[in-house]
């Protein structure tokens, strides 16, 4: 038999109405409120406890609401961890969230909660776990448990949880690929798609566009005879042994190679690792990626301060966003530590 | 233009002493094929196997794929590349359907090469796990490529593409089971039954971004490298004017097979006359050099308009860079006031949450989604290996490596694999076929 616990606050855990929000956490073994319907509902799972707290409370001393809770899971078996439903009371949903997110990461258990698309919760947590679509008022009790208690089930018995359409939850910004299960081809759809448009009927793409993740451009350097730069790249040039063993797609890793000793970058010594393009200029001569023997000689000649000792090399060609963001951060530390005013970054 | 397709549909294939079409089999003399592949003195080792759907085999490295078909009147199937220039689209083919030639290297492959599962988990990632394929298995002696990530692959494809040929001469002499009839005249005077309705143009994107020759798809034998848009019959892309290249990662590929029967073409043809007014195929390409991709995509935009389309089709045969020219085509055709629906795949990465195109655009709110080229995929082994499985670990293919600190090698000792979708032979299908979507989790 599994072990659920679930999270309430004061109004559905039946301390009180608006007056006791102030309430601070307790726990109770067995099940109070909705815990007593997700005692039904969840298949071959006992719901040990029910932790209630007022939603004043763990909105105005979180970090000790929080804690406090932690502490009391502390030593429980516990397989699932589920909070709310929260309907559209927007305390509340951020109360599921935090505490939901908070047991996620000490505990490492799944946890899985309830919120109205109204309210504040729904963004602030919904990469982070499992949020349904919940109803906007009370009412909807038994179906926002069954909506939770159906993806609960799944991850207690390790099947596989499905889309976020089909299961009803807020997507997490993941996005995989996945059979039609009528097998519908690409051509039915894109028809269907293409005839809707031209008739001026609603359609729906298979690829929304998220919001876009712009980077601002940084002020310019204004005093560049003082400034010290350092030089990125992604087109891959790595020293001929690849001692980073950087990949030549979909790069995970990158390598940095000192050259304050170095003028220029020699074929031979230098090459390119990058495969989604011809690698011949650069295998010859890897300054026209990295230009390290033209900085030297701007470098001398006075128009940059200073030049950082190493250059910075991944590869760029169907390298994620996730893992080139990683990389960059990664990278940042040693580029400060060294007072880098600006740094060239070269794609290929 | 008028092209008809007169089929024989192909149940099983055996080795025997004639090469023919009977009741379904086709017969091939082995020895005669083989004999045949080795006029070019390029090739030094090749065998010929038979892989149909639930065989127990697997094939890797897989590098191209053709339809066996016979010009009846004698023209070769690819005119500027197998057979001197002459027009396509027009006339009578015969097709040898639910079979294909594959090729697949005996010992090396690249960046651009591609795994097939006949049978098991695997068999549903592509679409030749369920055609009757025969396997050419072949090496060259191309030295100065047998250990380049980027391969040309042209004694092996070419030996694929004139296999094709050589197999469909068996049914010349023969009575097609049924056959299918791709006809549309001019593009204008077309009637006002059919201008009443919304006119269409399906604008394709080949693989063109490799700036040296030998790589890319071929229109007529001519690199699309060297090309800006034109417009094109679709009865041509359809009857051999186009020969797939040797660059992407191959998930997507649209192989030679692909262009002969590309699934799009024929939903358009079958909706002609009754929703939209087909007026054909604007060809596009893929670049590299972002005035480039601007250059063609005005171009496009520009015949869009000039041609009066209402509404477009548009794919891409890549990702990554190429995605640049997909959405600023996709732009430039909504900018002329040319309705889009784009069909592509993504590159969300293994846990899905990185951008699925490179660029992105507002506009581009009509999009067919087709996979994610970096699922990642991990199969049991197969009885039987068809090339060498040890390519998608050593040889740079897209979706393979030799190590990770926590997936282990691509290829393991017992045959078992764990792979990027990239490396699964055109498995993305955007050329018409996907079975596959995109849901968000």
Known sequence: MKKAIVYVNQFFGQIGGEEKAGAAPEIHEGQIGPAMQFAKELEDTEVTHTIICGDNYMGSNTDEAVQTILGMLEGKEMDI??????????RYTVACGTICKAV?????????????????????????MYILKGGNIASKMRQDVKAMANVANKLLKGEPVGDAETEGYFARGIRHQVWLEDGTPATVRMIDMLLKKLNGEPFKTELPMPKLDRVPIAPAIKDLPHAKIALLNTGGIVPVDNPDHIQSASATRWGRYNIADTEALKGGEYKTIHAGFDPAAADANPNVITPVDALKVLQKEGVFGSLHDYFYTTVGTGTTEAEARRMAKEIIPYLKEDGVDGVIMVST | MKLTIGNFHVKDIVFGSELSFKDGVLTINKEEALAFIREDDRITEAELYIAK????????????????????????????????????????????KNCSVLVVGRHW??????????????????????????????????????????????????????????IGQCVKDLTPEDTEVYE?????????????????????????????????????????????????????VLDGA??????????????????????????????????????????SNLNVALEQKERSALFVAQIAKSLGADGAVLAEEGYGNPDADFVGCYVALEDAGVKVVGVTNECTGRDGQSQPLVTLDEKCDAIVSCGNVSELIELPPMETVLGELDALKRDGLSGGWADDELLGPSVRADGSIIMENNSMFCGDQVIGWSPKTMKEF
């Open chain 1, 81 to 90: 961890f589920l909070a709310g439903p929260a309907f559209q009371a927007g």
């Open chain 1, 104 to 128: 996620k990461e000490k505990f490492g258990v799944p946890v899985v909660t309830s919120m109205n698309e109204e309210t504040p919760g729904v963004d602030m947590f919904k990469k982070e």
């Open chain 2, 53 to 96: 759907p639930g065989d127990k085999i697997r094939m890797c490295p897989v590098k191209e794929a053709i339809e066996p078909r016979c010009r009846l009147d004698g023209r070769g199937l690819f005119p500027g590349y197998t057979s001197e220039m002459a027009p396509a689209g027009d006339g009578v083919t015969y097709a040898l």
């Open chain 2, 109 to 166: 492959g690249g960046f651009q090469d591609g795994i097939i599962d006949m049978s098991g988990e695997g068999q549903k990632y592509t679409y030749y796990g369920y055609l009757n394929n025969i396997v050419l298995v072949a090496d060259t002696n191309e030295e100065f490529e047998r250990h380049e990530q980027q391969k040309k692959n042209d004694a092996l494809r070419r030996a694929g593409h004139k296999l094709a040929e050589f």
């Open chain 2, 184 to 236: 549309l005249g001019q593009m204008i005077k077309r009637g006002a039954e059919v201008e009443k309705l919304p006119s269409v143009v399906y604008v394709m994107q080949p693989q063109s971004q490799m700036e040296e020759m030998g790589y890319n798809d071929l229109v007529y034998g001519w690199d699309m490298n060297h090309f800006v848009p034109t417009v094109m019959h679709p009865n041509e």
């Open chain 2, 242 to 283: 186009l020969v797939s290249g040797s660059f992407m990662p191959v998930s997507s590929k649209w192989s030679t097979y692909d262009f002969q029967n590309c699934p799009s073409i024929k939903a358009l043809y079958a909706e002609h006359g009754k929703t939209i007014n087909f007026l054909g195929v604007i060809m």
